[in-house]
Protein backbone atom coordinates (compact mmCIF):
# COMPACT_ATOMS: atom_id res chain seq x y z
CA UNK A 1 0.00 0.00 0.00
CA UNK A 2 1.57 3.56 -1.14
CA UNK A 3 0.30 6.56 -0.03
CA UNK A 4 2.47 8.18 -2.33
CA UNK A 5 1.02 7.04 -5.65
CA UNK A 6 -2.39 6.64 -3.87
CA UNK A 7 -2.95 2.91 -4.03
CA UNK A 8 -3.23 -0.42 -2.62
CA UNK A 9 -3.05 -4.11 -3.12
CA UNK A 10 -5.53 -6.53 -2.66
CA UNK A 11 -6.60 -9.93 -4.32
CA UNK A 12 -8.31 -9.97 -7.42
CA UNK A 13 -10.38 -13.60 -6.53
CA UNK A 14 -10.49 -16.10 -3.70
CA UNK A 15 -7.72 -18.66 -3.01
CA UNK A 16 -9.21 -21.98 -1.68
CA UNK A 17 -8.07 -25.20 -0.35
CA UNK A 18 -4.18 -24.77 -0.48
CA UNK A 19 -3.00 -27.89 1.63
CA UNK A 20 0.05 -27.84 3.94
CA UNK A 21 1.04 -30.99 6.22
CA UNK A 22 3.70 -30.88 8.94
CA UNK A 23 4.32 -33.56 11.24
CA UNK A 24 0.63 -35.34 10.81
CA UNK A 25 -1.03 -32.11 10.97
CA UNK A 26 -2.83 -30.83 7.75
CA UNK A 27 -3.69 -27.29 7.12
CA UNK A 28 -5.89 -25.85 4.96
CA UNK A 29 -5.20 -22.32 3.80
CA UNK A 30 -8.00 -19.90 2.27
CA UNK A 31 -7.74 -16.50 0.94
CA UNK A 32 -10.52 -14.16 0.21
CA UNK A 33 -11.12 -10.40 -0.94
CA UNK A 34 -12.99 -8.18 1.26
CA UNK A 35 -15.15 -5.11 2.12
CA UNK A 36 -16.61 -5.52 5.43
CA UNK A 37 -16.71 -7.35 8.94
CA UNK A 38 -19.90 -8.90 7.25
CA UNK A 39 -18.23 -10.50 4.58
CA UNK A 40 -15.62 -11.80 6.52
CA UNK A 41 -18.32 -13.19 8.81
CA UNK A 42 -20.13 -15.14 6.07
CA UNK A 43 -16.92 -16.96 5.11
CA UNK A 44 -15.78 -17.62 8.37
CA UNK A 45 -19.53 -19.16 9.17
CA UNK A 46 -19.19 -21.18 5.88
CA UNK A 47 -16.17 -22.96 6.81
CA UNK A 48 -17.31 -23.67 10.44
CA UNK A 49 -20.11 -25.66 8.36
CA UNK A 50 -17.65 -27.11 5.55
CA UNK A 51 -15.07 -28.41 8.38
CA UNK A 52 -17.39 -28.58 11.48
CA UNK A 53 -15.05 -31.55 12.48
CA UNK A 54 -11.44 -29.25 12.22
CA UNK A 55 -9.68 -29.10 15.27
CA UNK A 56 -8.73 -25.15 14.65
CA UNK A 57 -10.15 -22.43 12.32
CA UNK A 58 -7.67 -19.85 12.90
CA UNK A 59 -7.34 -16.37 10.71
CA UNK A 60 -6.29 -12.62 10.09
CA UNK A 61 -7.83 -9.98 8.35
CA UNK A 62 -7.40 -6.45 7.37
CA UNK A 63 -9.64 -3.52 6.61
CA UNK A 64 -9.27 -0.07 5.10
CA UNK A 65 -6.68 1.82 3.19
CA UNK A 66 -5.54 5.10 5.55
CA UNK A 67 -6.20 4.16 8.63
CA UNK A 68 -6.96 0.29 8.14
CA UNK A 69 -8.10 -2.25 10.96
CA UNK A 70 -7.59 -5.54 11.67
CA UNK A 71 -8.05 -8.68 13.75
CA UNK A 72 -6.34 -11.84 14.93
CA UNK A 73 -7.93 -14.82 16.20
CA UNK A 74 -6.15 -18.33 17.27
CA UNK A 75 -8.91 -19.85 18.07
CA UNK A 76 -7.89 -21.89 21.14
CA UNK A 77 -4.04 -22.17 20.14
CA UNK A 78 -1.25 -21.02 22.35
CA UNK A 79 -1.86 -17.27 22.37
CA UNK A 80 -0.16 -15.19 18.98
CA UNK A 81 1.06 -18.55 17.19
CA UNK A 82 -1.91 -18.72 14.59
CA UNK A 83 -3.79 -15.36 13.70
CA UNK A 84 -0.03 -13.36 14.28
CA UNK A 85 1.76 -15.43 11.89
CA UNK A 86 -0.84 -14.98 9.24
CA UNK A 87 -0.85 -11.67 9.73
CA UNK A 88 2.48 -11.19 9.38
CA UNK A 89 1.96 -12.87 5.74
CA UNK A 90 -0.63 -10.38 4.76
CA UNK A 91 1.11 -7.36 5.88
CA UNK A 92 4.60 -9.00 4.05
CA UNK A 93 2.12 -8.40 1.05
CA UNK A 94 1.27 -4.92 1.42
CA UNK A 95 -2.45 -6.29 1.07
CA UNK A 96 -5.15 -4.77 2.45
CA UNK A 97 -9.17 -5.80 2.51
CA UNK A 98 -8.27 -9.36 2.70
CA UNK A 99 -9.10 -11.70 5.29
CA UNK A 100 -6.91 -15.47 5.51
CA UNK A 101 -8.50 -18.41 7.34
CA UNK A 102 -6.43 -21.76 8.18
CA UNK A 103 -8.18 -24.58 9.34
CA UNK A 104 -6.29 -27.59 11.12
CA UNK A 105 -6.96 -30.73 11.41
CA UNK A 106 -4.68 -32.33 14.56
CA UNK A 107 -2.82 -35.01 13.66
CA UNK A 108 -1.73 -36.53 17.05
CA UNK A 109 1.54 -35.01 17.31
CA UNK A 110 2.49 -31.84 19.30
CA UNK A 111 4.24 -29.36 17.17
CA UNK A 112 4.90 -26.78 20.05
CA UNK A 113 4.51 -22.73 19.81
CA UNK A 114 7.10 -22.27 17.34
CA UNK A 115 6.44 -25.39 15.23
CA UNK A 116 2.79 -23.78 15.22
CA UNK A 117 4.17 -20.86 14.18
CA UNK A 118 6.11 -21.85 11.31
CA UNK A 119 3.15 -24.26 10.01
CA UNK A 120 0.30 -20.94 10.08
CA UNK A 121 3.07 -18.90 8.51
CA UNK A 122 3.96 -21.56 5.93
CA UNK A 123 0.13 -22.33 4.84
CA UNK A 124 -1.02 -18.37 4.64
CA UNK A 125 2.52 -17.75 2.33
CA UNK A 126 1.85 -20.86 0.35
CA UNK A 127 -2.21 -19.75 -0.12
CA UNK A 128 -1.35 -15.97 -0.64
CA UNK A 129 1.32 -17.12 -3.02
CA UNK A 130 -1.44 -18.51 -5.36
CA UNK A 131 -3.71 -15.69 -5.19
CA UNK A 132 -3.68 -12.90 -8.01
CA UNK A 133 -2.70 -9.44 -6.85
CA UNK A 134 -4.35 -6.49 -7.95
CA UNK A 135 -3.22 -2.44 -7.62
CA UNK A 136 -5.75 -0.10 -7.08
CA UNK A 137 -6.39 3.60 -6.72
CA UNK A 138 -7.26 5.44 -3.86
CA UNK A 139 -10.36 7.40 -4.35
CA UNK A 140 -12.35 9.84 -3.06
CA UNK A 141 -16.23 10.77 -4.05
CA UNK A 142 -17.51 13.56 -4.92
CA UNK A 143 -21.05 15.05 -5.20
CA UNK A 144 -21.48 17.84 -7.70
CA UNK A 145 -24.60 19.71 -8.07
CA UNK A 146 -25.31 22.19 -10.88
CA UNK A 147 -27.75 23.61 -13.18
CA UNK A 148 -28.21 22.21 -16.48
CA UNK A 149 -26.50 24.70 -18.26
CA UNK A 150 -23.11 23.45 -17.02
CA UNK A 151 -23.76 20.05 -17.65
CA UNK A 152 -21.89 19.89 -21.41
CA UNK A 153 -18.92 21.46 -18.89
CA UNK A 154 -19.22 18.95 -16.62
CA UNK A 155 -19.48 15.86 -18.15
CA UNK A 156 -16.63 16.96 -20.66
CA UNK A 157 -14.40 17.37 -17.81
CA UNK A 158 -15.28 13.66 -16.46
CA UNK A 159 -14.59 12.53 -19.87
CA UNK A 160 -11.34 14.04 -20.15
CA UNK A 161 -9.86 13.12 -16.49
CA UNK A 162 -11.69 9.68 -17.27
CA UNK A 163 -13.42 9.52 -14.29
CA UNK A 164 -16.53 7.14 -13.12
CA UNK A 165 -19.58 8.76 -12.44
CA UNK A 166 -21.64 6.46 -9.83
CA UNK A 167 -24.76 8.44 -9.44
CA UNK A 168 -26.55 10.11 -11.72
CA UNK A 169 -30.04 12.23 -10.24
CA UNK A 170 -31.42 14.52 -12.99
CA UNK A 171 -34.31 16.76 -11.80
CA UNK A 172 -34.23 20.30 -10.71
CA UNK A 173 -30.70 20.37 -10.86
CA UNK A 174 -28.02 18.05 -11.90
CA UNK A 175 -26.80 15.61 -9.47
CA UNK A 176 -23.69 13.98 -9.97
CA UNK A 177 -21.45 11.47 -7.20
CA UNK A 178 -17.78 11.15 -9.32
CA UNK A 179 -15.39 8.48 -7.88
CA UNK A 180 -11.93 10.50 -8.13
CA UNK A 181 -8.63 8.24 -7.94
CA UNK A 182 -6.64 10.19 -5.27
CA UNK A 183 -3.49 10.84 -7.87
CA UNK A 184 -5.61 12.89 -9.81
CA UNK A 185 -7.82 14.46 -6.72
CA UNK A 186 -5.82 18.36 -6.97
CA UNK A 187 -6.43 18.69 -10.65
CA UNK A 188 -10.42 17.63 -10.34
CA UNK A 189 -11.06 20.28 -7.90
CA UNK A 190 -9.07 22.97 -9.56
CA UNK A 191 -10.97 22.34 -12.45
CA UNK A 192 -14.25 21.84 -10.69
CA UNK A 193 -13.97 25.37 -8.72
CA UNK A 194 -13.17 26.92 -11.75
CA UNK A 195 -16.77 26.36 -12.98
CA UNK A 196 -19.68 28.43 -12.87
CA UNK A 197 -21.99 27.36 -9.82
CA UNK A 198 -21.25 23.95 -9.58
CA UNK A 199 -21.81 23.07 -5.79
CA UNK A 200 -19.02 20.10 -4.51
CA UNK A 201 -18.63 17.69 -1.50
CA UNK A 202 -16.78 15.10 -0.47
CA UNK A 203 -19.07 12.37 0.09
CA UNK A 204 -16.16 9.04 1.04
CA UNK A 205 -12.79 8.48 0.67
CA UNK A 206 -11.81 4.27 0.49
Request: hydrophobic share 35%; proline share 3%; glycine share 6%.
Amino acid sequence: MSDETGTYRMLREPVEQVIFKERKSKFIGYAYPVRSEQEISAHLEELKQRYADANHICYAWKLGVSDPTYRVQDDGEPRNSAGVPIYGQINSLELTNIVVFVVRYFGGVKLGVGGLISAYRETARSTLEEGKVQELSVSCGYRLTFNYSQMNAVERLISRMELEVVKRDLQEEALFVVEVPLSKKSRFLEAIHSFYKVDVDEVTEN
